[in-house]
């Protein structure tokens, strides 16, 4: 494989329960919500896609973000039909766009993996959940939607998630603020690196996510949005701040949010944590009323958030947030002699009927062997059959916890088992 393999994700059976307790906990609380997930396809329509993300970007900036995009080339002519999914919202608009009737809403979720390239142009894969709600431009809608994302975050464990907020204004005050911060960058050209200037001069709003010491974007100094918004953005941002604060939810105001993405308007926000002295993002979103009329040329007032969920599943662990995972009862069934391989399927498939996990002996072995695989399938309880005991109507059960061992008949095999998973059971 010519790509670097520590970008995908391959899980193994002791992180699988992990993520889908993850998934099952997100699943909970978006349904007390009244959120329905939706399943979109991994592959994209490349021109459907390319649409979608540079909508409201202009040429260089759009050039740059289809940079990131993961295409599948066709070997015949070179020219890329589909894309790898980077995010979902494209899609849902067009789905939604295709049902949307005026004054309907439409609550959306999906979670899985999404693809893009890093910065060194290498393909990667990151686990991401989207919730999107289409059709309501009330503030009540992006504060039901940060109530949710933090909401999230504190069922999963993460109780110290703090909310940033900020607003990016509207088609009638941004600009007002792109132009002064133009201005600014064009009088400290030299305090800035080259990568910052240019990308700034683009979006005063680009995440340029420069980590050199010496660029003063790092030191977020110049003009702020804030001083910009015109009337209607700045009561309705005060709204938003007013209703968080009466939900409780633990905000403060980032002048200097910045987003992947230039098609938000009015309220932007993250999920944030403290992590080794630094800030770490878990997720984020905001407004985006004018994509869809953009793509789709139907307009639906839309407001949706993402969560990392490869950020907050590494947190999970380190912290042993995840409940130990309860060993679910099985039993292991061997037998000691070949002629008896039926009788140990027959067994086994009864057992099943009664849902109860079976793991049945590899191969035709000794007691002890057979007590070692037994113990390191973690199986409390084992059926051995052997051909004296056989003969005498009998197969011979050990109970690996309790510790002992007694021969039934094998038309007392079921219940007996049934017995012993109950008693462990109530332990
Ligand atoms: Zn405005
Ligand atoms: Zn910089």
Redesign the pocket.
């Known amino acids: 494989m010519p790509v670097k393999l520590k970008n995908f994700h391959e899980f193994m059976p002791e992180d699988v329960w992990k993520w889908k307790s993850i998934e099952s906990k997100i699943d909970q609380v978006l349904a007390l919500y009244n959120y329905q997930e939706i399943r979109l396809s991994i592959l994209q329509d490349y021109d459907v896609l390319h649409k979608g993300i540079t909508a409201l970007m202009d040429d260089k900036e759009a050039f740059q973000a289809v940079q990131q995009v993961l295409n599948l080339s066709s070997p015949d002519n070179n020219i890329s039909l589909l894309s790898l999914r980077p995010e979902g919202t494209i899609s849902v608009l067009h789905h939604i766009a295709k049902i949307f009737k005026p004054q309907g809403t439409h609550r959306l979720y999906y979670h899985g993996p999404m693809f893009r390239k890093d910065k060194r142009q290498n393909p990667m894969e990151f686990y991401q959940l989207g919730v999107e709600l289409l059709g309501s431009d009330s503030i009540l809608s992006e504060n039901e939607i940060i109530s949710l994302g933090m909401k999230i975050c504190t069922e999963l464990g993460l109780k110290e998630t703090k909310l940033e907020l900020n607003s990016y204004?509207?088609q009638?005050?941004r600009p007002k603020f792109f132009n002064e911060m133009r201005k600014y960058l064009s009088e400290h050209q030299n305090e800035f690196c080259k990568s910052c200037y240019n990308d700034l001069m683009q979006n005063p709003l680009a995440d340029t996510r420069c980590v050199q010491e010496h660029c003063l974007h790092t030191a977020f100094q110049g003009p702020r949005i804030q001083d910009f918004?015109?009337k209607?953005?700045h009561a309705d941002f005060a709204k938003v701040k007013k209703i968080q604060a009466n939900l409780a939810n633990d905000y403060s105001v980032n002048h200097y949010l910045v987003k992947n993405f230039a098609y938000y308007n009015e309220t932007v926000f993250d999920f944030v944590l403290e992590y080794q002295d630094k800030k770490l993002v878990l997720g984020g979103g905001g407004r985006y009323d004018h994509l869809s009329g953009m793509i789709t040329g139907k307009k639906i007032p839309a407001v949706g958030f993402y969560l990392n969920l490869d950020i907050i599943f590494a947190l999970m662990n380190q912290r042993d947030i995840f409940l130990s995972k309860r060993e679910p009862f099985s039993v292991y069934v061997c037998s000691q002699s070949s002629d008896l391989e039926i009788m140990m399927l027959q067994i086994s498939q009864e057992l099943q009927t009664h849902n109860i996990i079976t793991i049945l002996s590899p191969s035709i072995s000794d007691t002890e062997t057979d007590i070692a695989n037994a113990t390191s399938f973690n199986c409390p309880v084992m059926i051995i059959l052997r051909d004296e005991n056989i003969l005498d109507g009998k197969a011979l059960i050990r109970n690996l916890s309790k510790g002992y061992q007694s021969y039934v008949p094998l038309n007392q095999i079921i219940s007996e088992i049934l017995i012993a998973r109950k008693a462990l059971q109530q332990e």
Do not use: S
Request: charged share 25%.
């Open positions: 204004g509207c009638d005050c918004l015109c209607k953005c």
